[in-house]
Antibody, heavy 116, light 109 residues
Framework: EVQLVESGGGLVQPGGSLRLSCAASGFTFSSYWMSWVRQAPGKGLEWVAS????????YYVDSVKGRFTISRDNAKNSLYLQMNSLRAEDTAVYYC?????????WGQGTLVTVSS | EIVLTQSPGTLSLSPGERATLSCRAS???????LAWYQQKPGQAPRLLIY???SRATGIPARFSGSGSGTEFTLTISSLQSEDFAVYYCQQYNYWPPWTFGQGTKVEIK
C-alpha cells in the first residue's frame, strides 16, 4: 500500500523559510516522479513542483520559481520542498503525491501558515 | 497553459440519483491524460479515474469517466452517501504546468 507522510509545516512569518519532508513507503520510490500539490484554505488544488526519478528534471509553478526548491533522496525514500521568501499567499495545505501521470497516491498533507 | 473549467460549480442531488460532472479544456487533451479525483472535507484527494475512463484500484463501478478532445465527463450512476464530496479533473498531457479544474461540489439535496 502506498504511504506518504508529510511533515515540517507550521506557522512562519512573511519572508521566512520552511522545509517540508515526505516519507514514502509501500512502493519503489526511485521509480516514480514525485510532486507537491497545495490547497489554500477553502480553495482548489494547485500543482506546485515535480521532480523526475533521478532528480535530473525539476519543474515549478511560476509563482514559486526562484523561491522553492524540490529535491529527493532515493536512498531515504524521501521527498523535500525547501520554501524560502514565504508570502501570505503560500498559506496552504501541502500534499506530496506519487506521480504516475495521474497522482496515484497522496499524503495527508501538512499545513503551512504564513502570517505575522 | 491548459485551463480546465468544471461545471456546474455545485450539484445538489439526492442519494440514488445520477450525477453528471463536466470538465472542459481550453485546448484538446489526449484522453490518455485526463484524471478525476474525489476530495472529502479534511481529507487528501483520492484518484478515481485516469486515462479519462479507467477506474483506479478499488474504485466502485458506479464511477465512470468518458470524453475526448476538450469535453470530459465523470458520471456517478447512483449516488451513495459517501459520494457527497468535491470532484476535480486534472490534465497531465501538456506540462508544465500540470493543471486542475476548480472543482465541482456534489451536495445532498
Amino acid at each position: 500500500e502506498v504511504q506518504l507522510v508529510e511533515s515540517g509545516g507550521g506557522l512562519v512569518q512573511p519572508g521566512g523559510s520552511l522545509r517540508l519532508s515526505c516519507a514514502a513507503s509501500g512502493f519503489t520510490f526511485s521509480s516514480y516522479w514525485m510532486s507537491w500539490v497545495r490547497q489554500a484554505p477553502g480553495k482548489g488544488l494547485e500543482w506546485v513542483a515535480s521532480i523526475k526519478q533521478d532528480g535530473s528534471e525539476k519543474y515549478y509553478v511560476d509563482s514559486v520559481k526562484g523561491r522553492f526548491t524540490i529535491s529527493r533522496d532515493n536512498a531515504k525514500n524521501s521527498l523535500y520542498l525547501q520554501m524560502n521568501s514565504l508570502r501570505a499567499e503560500d498559506t496552504a495545505v501541502y500534499y506530496c503525491a506519487r506521480d504516475a501521470g495521474a497522482y496515484s497516491g497522496w499524503g495527508q498533507g501538512t499545513l503551512v501558515t504564513v502570517s505575522s | 497553459e491548459i485551463v480546465l473549467t468544471q461545471s456546474p460549480g455545485t450539484l445538489s442531488l439526492s442519494p440514488g440519483e445520477r450525477a453528471t460532472l463536466s470538465c472542459r479544456a481550453s485546448q484538446s487533451v489526449s484522453s490518455s491524460y485526463l484524471a478525476w479525483y474525489q476530495q472529502k472535507p479534511g481529507q487528501a484527494p483520492r484518484l478515481l479515474i485516469y486515462g479519462a475512463s479507467s477506474r483506479a484500484t478499488g474504485i466502485p463501478a458506479r464511477f465512470s469517466g468518458s470524453g475526448s478532445g476538450t469535453e470530459f465527463t465523470l458520471t456517478i450512476s447512483s449516488l451513495q452517501s459517501e459520494d457527497f464530496a468535491v470532484y476535480y479533473c486534472q490534465q497531465y498531457n501538456y506540462w508544465p504546468p500540470w493543471t486542475f479544474g476548480q472543482g465541482t461540489k456534489v451536495e445532498i439535496k
